[in-house]
């Protein structure tokens, strides 16, 4: 494999030590793509400094345990600030300790890099050597230098309570849903949450889409509570056509036109590509339609997204769906599109409005209608970033059974079925044909026509 010797029970570059990072760098940066048989190539679609920051964030990634993935990115950290500031005392260990210590991330730290050494140092100046942040002297390169600056540039600022709604919504828009609504949790400390969000709603009308968007998604969270702020903001014009589609989820308020839904698919897009990268916009427009969705205006962001849609070649996974503990075994084989939010999967697997949450690597996804708590949003997660090839697997939680769903092959689209779609079920329990019937309810664009 690639020049390298691996033992006989090799089943991919995951288990081959030597290539696992640089697999997984080459895979965070969009580098290669896990094809059906074989892993392929892509063109960059970022600058090639942004390329290696990316590809070493996912090594930090896959070397943390903790829910938040952040651990041995906490470890790396505290290394690097100390060798570019000079160790204290001379103490390396020591100096790590104390930037640790002040780190929201310090206790994720000991189940980084295998969870074997509780201060993992060595592990963490092997990773960043190699990545070349380090050289053969324990000095910081200028990559490295470039990649704390980068680092520090996308930290959450400061959150408090005394920030005007604008500067709040400035430092919400860069993070990512889940931790926009940790910080602005802090904002709302001392007030209702329905004058917070009629605050935060005003703001967002004279604000940039990625703005607006953060501050939709925040007061989103608040469910019915914050119900007449969302009447007061149907009087504003940039926002109105969010409220009408809040209030719509309620049963309420005057509903959409066709020029608000494609009004609020361009914002969405634009957030996510500003949020996410062209990938996540171009997935995020296809699920709701595809270029014709846009406004008619949005002739840069439908030219980059074209361009992104030349290059990509979607695959349809099959998968496992297993009852945990049921005896004789129950299960059935589902086979669904890769690139599906989790919350469309979950649509697949009969959630049906009811509570649930998937378990994945330590980390918990739910639907944000049953509050998310430090849960992530399962409808900003496709599936293809969770199961990330065949032999990996998730948890589903329905009432109270227990599913264990494997990805077992990664599958070309067949342009003449339609997704998703039951292939096989066990002895017992539901036929295919029954599952099929109600799989015919989850629409979804089909994979053989990026």
């Not at 048989?37 to 920051?53: G, K, T």
């Not at 990316?54 to 290394?79: N, Q, T």
């Not at 059935?332 to 979950?346: D, K, N």
């Not at 649509?347 to 009811?354: H, Q, V």
Request: net charge negative; with cysteine.
């Amino acid at each position: 494999m690639l020049g390298v010797e691996v033992g006989e029970k090799v089943r991919s570059a995951a288990d081959v030590v030597t290539i696992h990072r640089p697999w997984v760098a080459a895979e965070g940066a969009g580098l290669i793509e896990v094809g059906v048989a074989e892993a392929v190539a892509r063109p960059p679609h970022d600058d090639p400094a942004q390329l290696w920051l990316k590809g070493l964030d996912a090594v930090l990634r896959a070397e943390s345990a903790d829910p938040r993935r952040r651990g041995a990115f906490a470890m790396c950290r505290a290394v690097l600030t100390a060798l570019a500031n000079g160790p204290l005392l001379d103490d390396l260990v020591f100096s790590v300790h104390r930037l640790l210590k002040g780190s929201e991330d310090g206790d994720a730290v000991a189940s980084s890099f295998g969870g074997t050494d509780l201060f993992p140092l060595d592990a963490a100046l092997d990773v960043l050597t190699e990545f070349g942040a380090l050289d053969a002297d324990r000095k910081v390169t200028p990559l490295g230098q470039w990649a704390l600056d980068e680092w520090a540039a996308r930290e959450p600022r400061p959150v408090t309570p005394g920030l005007r709604a604008a500067q709040l919504l400035g430092r919400l828009a860069p993070l990512p849903a889940d931790e926009a609504w940790r910080q602005a949790l802090r904002w709302f400390e001392g007030r209702r949450p329905v004058d917070g969000a009629a605050q935060l709603l005003h703001a967002a009308e004279f604000a940039s889409p990625v703005e607006r968007v953060a501050a939709i998604e925040v007061v989103a969270g608040f469910g019915d509570e914050v119900l007449p702020a969302w009447h007061v903001a149907l009087g504003y014009r940039n926002v109105r056509p969010h409220a009408a589609a809040m209030l719509e989820m309620w049963d309420d308020g005057p509903g959409l036109s066709g020029s608000e839904r494609r009004r609020l698919v361009t914002e969405y897009a634009l957030s996510a590509r500003e949020r996410s990268g062209v990938e996540e916009a171009y997935h995020y427009v296809r699920d709701r339609g595809g270029f014709d969705a846009l406004e008619p205006e949005a002739t840069a962001l439908r030219r980059e997204l074209r361009a992104f849609a030349e290059t990509v070649k979607l695959a349809v996974y099959q998968l496992k769906v297993t009852v945990t503990g049921r005896k004789p075994p129950q299960w059935w084989r589902l086979v669904i599109p890769a690139s599906v939010t989790l919350g469309v999967l979950a649509e697949a697997l009969d959630a049906d409005g009811a509570e649930h949450h998937f378990e994945a690597d330590g980390v918990r996804y739910a639907d944000p209608f049953f509050g998310l708590g430090e849960d992530r949003d399962e409808h900003d997660v496709r599936l293809s970033h969770v199961l990330v090839r065949p032999g990996t697997s998730l948890r589903f939680f329905l009432g109270a059974d227990e599913h264990s769903v494997t990805c077992e092959k990664i599958l070309d689209p067949d342009p003449g079925l339609t997704y998703p779609r039951c292939t096989s079920v066990s002895k017992v329990g539901e036929s295919a044909s029954a599952r099929n019937k109600r799989l015919a309810a989850v629409r979804i664009p089909h994979p053989a026509h990026p």
